[in-house]
């Protein structure tokens, strides 16, 4: 062979194309609890901008207004710290779930997952199991294909596409998203948000799959350092298994040397990412444990003890069971306090957290005035919001000396996320002054609601003494 057919040969090689996998449906516990899993949480997603709350949308994203209803608390700038903490909360959460039990959040809850499956059973309710739809891909194009074909996509696109209508709902008000929908009158930002997340999804789930697994997520290339010797991963049991063959139902196998696999690929055909668990622990494996039900399945046919392929961990591998997996260890307790710790300070300050605001300016051009009285005097300027989700009347309370002349408003009304500029003018006797800056108070409850509290403090400047 020439060196040139042998460049050729090369170049086909690196650039040849990644084969379909065709994941056949199976059946068995993590199958049950990984379609639970898909089901709720598409539920909540279709569902939750849906739900009302005071004759809102419950849940909200209000970028124009800057605020994020969530039921009876709504979110403002201000609340920055809350997400936040709600990112620390994700990360160190992935972090403890992922050292205990591997790949959870990949095998049952990833959004890639959770789409990818439901476009596979839509691929299967319109062309059939694994082998027919092998068989349909590998046919001539005729009537029974093209028709197959066709309604696929129609249900792929449909899918995608309500997929990202509920995408926007949450940031536009779903039901007037709906109305601006049937009259084809909506904003060209809501236009280009419903059909970029619609492409994203019939992309990624319809087409690229297991590929924005193996080549585009980062999780499954940093997840080994949170990975442990009593780290949860699926294994494949090859003191038994081993050696792999043929053979029939009741027939005495290990007089031939063979161990309990029979080699039937089962495990292969479930896969997703389309990886053989039998060659070991790889990054390719999202931990969906498909591989486990067929196995016992096939197990449980042959009359075999299941578990072949099972949870484990590399302790009680490395010595064939007789050392247990060690739950409580330093790196699960060290991110469980720190989970729970963190966990225990979000809840705590939404609990606590006063939907109510005020930031005090001092006019800064004018130090202080010194009116014909004797009295000094200092201007303000009142910044209030209201972060609750009704109209609240307001007072306005200051302390710090015993005697306090205040000339502006002392109650008013703000509606909901509105900011009140309230400019007042402050008197104090110089008696009182006794050094030349001193603490003043500001003081604002809700006389609607008791528990609706705010202050702040502020200086207040006279001459010197």
């Not at 005071?54 to 969530?70: G, H, I, K, M, S």
């Not at 996509?153 to 536009?172: A, M």
Request: aromatic share 14%; with cysteine; proline share 3%.
């Amino acid at each position: 062979m020439s060196s040139n057919e042998t460049q050729k040969i090369q170049i086909k090689d690196l650039y040849a194309s990644a084969e379909k996998i065709y994941p056949r449906q199976v059946y068995g516990l993590f199958a049950k609890l990984r379609i639970l899993g898909v089901l709720l949480l598409l539920g909540c997603y279709y569902i939750t901008p849906w739900l009302s709350w005071n004759e809102q949308q419950a849940v909200l994203f209000d970028l124009p207004a800057r605020q994020f209803r969530y039921f009876a608390v709504t979110f403002w700038p201000q609340d920055f710290i809350y997400l936040t903490l709600l990112l620390i909360i994700a990360a160190v959460g992935l972090f403890l779930f992922t050292t205990i039990a591997g790949r959870l959040w990949c095998g049952y809850a990833c959004p890639q997952t959770v789409w990818t499956e439901t476009f596979l059973w839509i691929e299967e309710l319109v062309e059939g199991n694994r082998n027919k739809r092998i068989k349909l891909d590998k046919g001539p194009w005729n009537f029974n294909k093209i028709t197959r074909k066709s309604i696929k996509q129609f249900l792929w696109i449909s899918f995608s596409l309500f997929t990202g209508y509920t995408f926007v709902g949450y940031f536009s008000p779903i039901k007037d998203l709906a109305i601006g929908l049937s009259q084809l009158s909506l904003t060209p930002w809501e236009w280009f948000w419903i059909g970029l997340y619609s492409l994203a999804t019939y992309g990624n789930a319809g087409w690229l799959r297991e590929q924005v697994c193996l080549h585009m997520c980062p999780y499954a290339r940093f997840q080994s350092s949170m990975f442990d010797k009593d780290t949860l991963i699926i294994s494949y049991d090859k003191n038994r298994g081993e050696k792999r063959g043929k053979r029939k139902k009741n027939s005495d196998y290990q007089s031939n040397g063979l161990g309990d696999c029979i080699d039937c690929n089962q495990c292969v055909h479930v896969c997703p990412t389309g990886i053989d668990i039998r060659d070991g622990l790889q990054y390719e494996c999202i931990a969906c444990a498909a591989c486990i039900d067929v196995c016992d399945n096939v197990m449980d046919k042959m009359g075999y003890q299941s578990g072949l392929i099972k949870y484990t961990t590399e302790v009680e591998e490395q010595s064939n069971g007789k050392i247990k997996t060690h739950l409580f260890r330093p790196r699960t307790i060290y991110y469980t306090t720190i989970f729970i710790a963190i966990l225990s300070v979000f809840f705590y300050s939404i609990g606590n957290r006063v939907p109510l605001d005020i930031n005090v300016l001092r006019d800064r051009n004018n130090l202080f005035v010194e009116t014909f009285s004797g009295d000094i005097e200092n201007t303000y300027r009142l910044k209030i919001l209201n972060m609750s989700q009704k109209k609240q009347n307001y007072q306005l309370n200051i302390s710090g000396f015993k005697t306090i002349i205040l000339e502006g408003q002392k109650r008013f009304e703000i509606e909901s996320g509105e900011v009140l500029m309230l400019p007042i003018r402050i008197k104090i006797p110089r008696e009182q002054l006794k050094k030349r800056s001193n603490d003043i108070y500001f003081s604002i409850h809700s006389l609607d609601d008791k528990n609706d509290k705010a202050s702040s403090t502020a200086k207040f400047l006279g001459p010197k003494i």
